[in-house]
């Protein structure tokens, strides 16, 4: 089992940036993919970023590409995701899951944190 913590949301102004982190517990977690989500109010959880296990595939939803960046420290059992130039549209929960298959379909995932606030303001 894996479990995991979302940290590092906020509110930050338009333009500026954010990281989040994700920390797991767990003597496997360097076997598991990392997605992040996000939910904002009234719509459904929408695919953000993905890390293999060994970090060497990561891939990006069309509204995050070249803003967001996903990595990954398994030394640290720590999933990172650096958010740069932050739109109001990106205001949401963010969470990260994980599971042993890599993909960006939130309901393949087993485990999840319990969500982060982000808020950005225009």
């Known amino acids: 089992q894996v479990q995991l913590v979302e940290s590092g949301g906020g509110l930050v102004q338009a333009g500026g940036s954010l990281r989040l982190s994700c920390a797991a517990s767990g003597r496997t977690f360097s076997r598991y993919a990392i997605g992040w989500f996000r939910q904002a109010t009234g719509k459904e959880r929408e695919f953000v970023a993905a890390?293999?296990?060994?970090?060497?595939?990561?891939f990006y939803g069309d509204s995050v590409k070249g803003r967001f960046t996903i990595s990954r420290d398994n030394a640290k059992n720590t999933v990172y995701l650096q958010m740069n130039s932050l739109k109001p549209e990106d205001t949401a929960v963010y969470y990260c899951a994980a599971d042993l298959v890599l993909g960006r379909v939130p309901g393949a995932y087993d485990y999840w944190g319990q969500g982060t606030q982000v808020t950005v303001s225009s």
């Open positions: 890390t293999s296990w060994s970090g060497g595939s990561t």
